[in-house]
């Protein structure tokens, strides 16, 4: 039918157009109340299933199967928000329940942490120890190397010592100069 076709919009401009010119013709009919024309003959009468109340009336009906259509689709938007909006929260409470979690692991880790702590510390302490005994290592080692250096230098000097120096011996037994 063609008045399903009508779209709701052009049907209340259409109704705003008509009473702009109801409310023209009221005031043209207001201005001229003291001139009276003769009655014409040719005019039809009004009444109550004229064809202007008829249109009114599908019109009607048209707007409200349009808005029965317009509430449908608004319930099924409705809807599918409403299954989105439940998507939503049901990501967020597994959301949640994985933060749970993890906060969980991190109390146990917390807990754990003091053990941690006093192997830390334990640790510390051998690396102390052994840094002390590669110090008193080198310690006594550089004293090993510094005793024979001494004693080297002892025995050479002595050596030097028992022989005569060479500015005393006779001119003959001195090695030439190069």
Not at 75 to 83: A, Q, S
Not at 132 to 147: H, R, S
Not at 162 to 175: F, G, R
């Amino acid at each position: 039918m063609v008045e399903d076709k009508i779209s709701l919009t052009l049907l209340l401009r259409d109704r705003d157009s008509r009473d702009a010119k109801i409310a023209e013709l009221q005031a043209t009919i207001a201005s001229q109340k003291s001139d009276k024309s003769p009655p014409l003959s040719d005019t039809e009468a009004m009444t109550e299933n004229h064809d202007y109340r008829h249109e009114l009336q599908l019109r009607d009906e048209q707007l409200r199967r349009d808005m029965a259509a317009q509430r449908e689709l608004t319930d099924e938007r409705m809807k599918g928000l409403d299954d989105r909006v439940k998507a939503f929260m049901d990501n967020q409470i597994e959301r949640d329940k994985r933060i749970e979690d993890i906060a969980v692991r991190a109390t146990k880790a917390a807990e754990s942490a003091a053990t941690v702590k006093s192997n830390y510390w334990a640790a510390v302490g051998v690396q102390l120890l052994a840094v002390a005994a590669i110090l008193v290592g080198a310690y006594f080692a550089t004293q090993a190397n510094t005793l024979s250096a001494i004693s080297a230098t002892l025995s050479a000097f002595q050596a030097g010592k028992a022989e005569p120096s060479p500015s005393i011996l006779p001119p003959t037994q001195q090695a030439p100069i190069k």
